[in-house]
């Protein structure tokens, strides 16, 4: 069996993966097979890549998804086309590392019993302002442990040290999950599982709750195009939960949340000081200061109608006119502190292409489950920063 499938959803807006996959399908021995899931006509002006798919028989084009299927419909009718033992999904203008089926090999001997797999992911904004300073942390550690279920399990529903959206590195986008845990995620969903426009959020959640045990690579295997949220108008299929994906990326991970948990008979329990902070975290992203208002002022409205707005006087998010510098360069404790633009770099795939040659090769990497202490790999958790839209 092939050992891991990658799956490339091509969703409204995003060109067809002609050179991610052909980049992942460059080693002819790499273990892995691509499945593109076009969406309409996304692919259809894609000759190269179906040229492509008539070479290299790991690489499978999907029938085009009708018109007006939700992002995670589409996200679901692509894995359930994997034949892998693993699976993970990226998107076309995202960035993987060609060895990542070696380092899930590697990583099933470092922690036995592993199904769910995470690792540093880059957050790359091609957009970015080139003359604000910005710096990008690459960790120099390359070790896979085991992570605490139960730590993760506070990071992500708790908010634990998050910025506008949790620290999680585990899930199916940008992570990898075993064929056995993705058939569990799939017979425990309910008629409220896939009721959102960013299903990365409830693969992390539902992934996080089923799975038996997690691994985690300090080493980066992959960068994701990050592109501004776009809010959805689409009230929470919890009835009386106030925050959803029509305010802002926080508040639609919450509802994410909240739902995820309803179909367990589980109350939601984030609403705390941690997410207070994200929520300003997320307004203070925005630098347009109309914008701005409007979505500190939907956030405020949201957090008053809950827990009679206990922690309405907590939120007061300042209005930043522009992205703060951050001119910090060298070695911080155990990660690399690099220019943004580092060679030029704009793309995700620029940036990981080169970072990737500061990176320890796959053939030296060697797990050692006892040389450092599980806290010490979880604090250097998606140093890079958290899986975002």
């Known amino acids: 069996m092939t050992k891991l499938s990658i799956c490339i959803p091509v969703e409204p807006g995003n060109p067809a993966p002609v050179r991610l996959a052909t980049e992942l399908l460059h080693n002819a021995a790499s273990d892995i097979e691509i499945i593109v899931a076009p969406y309409g006509d996304t692919c259809a002006d894609a000759d190269e890549l179906y040229a492509l798919a008539e070479k290299d028989a790991r690489l499978r084009i999907l029938p085009a998804a009708p018109l007006g299927i939700s992002a995670a419909n589409l996200w679901l009718g692509t894995v359930a086309a994997m034949a892998g033992e693993w699976v993970t999904v990226v998107r076309p203008n995202d960035i993987l590392d060609p060895d990542v089926a070696l380092f899930i090999a590697y990583a099933e001997e470092a922690v ?104 985690f690579s300090s080493r980066p295997l992959s960068a994701s195009d990050v592109r501004p949220y776009q809010p959805v108008e689409a009230p929470s299929a919890v009835e009386g939960f106030p925050f959803n994906s029509s305010i802002g990326v926080t508040a639609a991970i919450a509802e994410t949340q909240a739902r995820v948990l ?100 796959v053939h030296l990497v060697k797990d050692v489950l006892d040389e450092l202490p599980v806290s010490t790999v979880a604090a250097n958790i998606a140093l890079s920063g958290s899986h975002a839209a």
């Open 112 to 215: 036995p019993g592993l199904d769910a797999y995470g690792w540093n992911s880059f957050q790359i904004d091609a957009a970015a302002p080139r003359h604000i300073s910005a710096c990008v942390a690459i960790p120099i550690q390359h070790h896979t442990l085991e992570i605490s279920k139960d730590d993760m399990l506070e990071t992500f529903f708790q908010w634990k040290d998050s910025s506008n959206v949790p620290k999680m590195p585990f899930g199916i986008y940008h992570a990898a999950i075993k064929r056995s845990l993705l058939e569990t995620v799939l017979a425990n969903s309910g008629e409220r599982s896939w009721l959102t426009a960013y299903p990365q959020y409830e693969w992390s959640a539902r992934v996080l709750l089923y799975a038996a045990k997690l691994g």
């Open 262 to 361: 309803h179909d367990l008979n589980i109350e939601w329990s984030g609403f705390n000081d941690n997410f207070i902070r994200a929520c300003m975290l997320d307004c203070m992203f925005v630098h347009d200061e109309t914008a701005f208002e409007e979505k500190a002022q939907a956030y405020y409205a949201a957090i008053c109608d809950l827990e009679g707005g206990r922690l309405a006087p907590s939120f007061r998010p300042p209005y930043l006119p522009e992205p703060q510098a951050d001119p910090r360069r060298g070695l911080h404790g155990r990660v690399l502190l690099v220019n943004r633009f580092i060679g030029n770099a704009v793309t995700a795939e620029e940036f990981f292409k080169l970072v990737r040659t500061m990176l320890t090769p």
